[in-house]
């Protein structure tokens, strides 16, 4: 499909340019020469004077790229567009170029490092400098999910509080409480738990919630006393 044009001295014959294999390559009055499938032919030009010369002609088949879109993954990690994987069964020996739009007119800046979502495009160029069509590569980066933990933010000392995350579908807790969304604590101290939990696409997330311990009353009863049946005393705390 590729075109160069050929040209001859002298004043051109009324038919000057002639393919000895057009199905090869085709050739017009002005020596434009058209390829048409990979092989060989010979382009002959004549001139007024019914002498020709002849040149060998070779039409290289154009490269073929094939794209393997990448293993999705999650944010803020990034993917690596230049890595053999993603166009492993391509023709051998092309050199890549990367493009964010289907008519590969704007370049990738990095491919070895996208960010962003979306679709980008490969071509192939070989070393002939035949070049492949423009092929479509999808990039998915997920973003983290977020979590929350329900429960009471105070207790007493010596009492415990269930702690429970949602919406995941996996739960790690620190201090390696538990791997359920709900776990039971009794703190001593004022106390920070966190939890990751794991989407469906095994994105982790983390919610952390602090637990206050308040402290118990004191009473003070002051001396040991006896007292009868009707009486009253009063105790301070």
Do not use: E, H, R
């Not at 382009?43 to 002849?54: E, K, Q, R």
């Not at 002609?57 to 999705?72: D, G, H, K, M, S």
């Not at 890595?83 to 492993?88: G, H, K, P, R, Y």
């Not at 023709?91 to 491919?111: C, F, H, K, R, W």
């Amino acid at each position: 499909g590729n075109t160069t044009t050929l040209t001859g001295s002298s004043t051109p014959a009324a038919n000057p340019w002639n393919s000895s294999n057009p199905g090869i390559a085709s050739v017009s009055a002005t020596g434009l020469v058209t390829g048409v499938s990979p092989g060989t032919t010979i382009i002959t030009y004549t001139n007024s004077n019914g002498c020709s010369s002849s040149v060998s002609f070779v039409v290289n088949a154009a490269p073929v790229v094939f794209v393997t879109n990448p293993t999705p993954i999650c944010n803020p990690n990034t993917v690596d567009l230049t890595v053999a994987s993603i166009t492993l069964g391509s023709s051998p020996g092309l050199s890549y170029a990367y493009y964010t739009d289907p008519s590969a007119s704007v370049s990738l800046s990095n491919p070895a490092i996208v960010g962003t979502s979306g679709s980008y495009y490969i071509k192939g160029t070989d070393s002939n400098g035949c070049t492949s069509s423009v092929k479509q590569v999808n990039v998915v980066i997920n973003a983290l999910p977020t979590y929350t933990i329900t429960g009471n933010n105070s207790v007493c000392a010596g009492q415990s509080t269930t702690l429970t995350a949602s919406s995941a579908t996996s739960y790690l807790w620190n201090n390696g409480l538990g791997n359920t969304n709900s776990i039971t604590v009794a703190p001593t101290a004022d106390t920070t738990y966190s939890v990751t939990g794991y989407d469906n696409n095994g994105c982790p997330g983390t919610a952390t919630y602090t637990v206050i311990v308040k402290p118990l009353p004191n009473i003070n009863a002051g001396v040991d006393q006896n007292i009868c049946i009707g009486s009253s005393v009063t105790l301070s705390g």
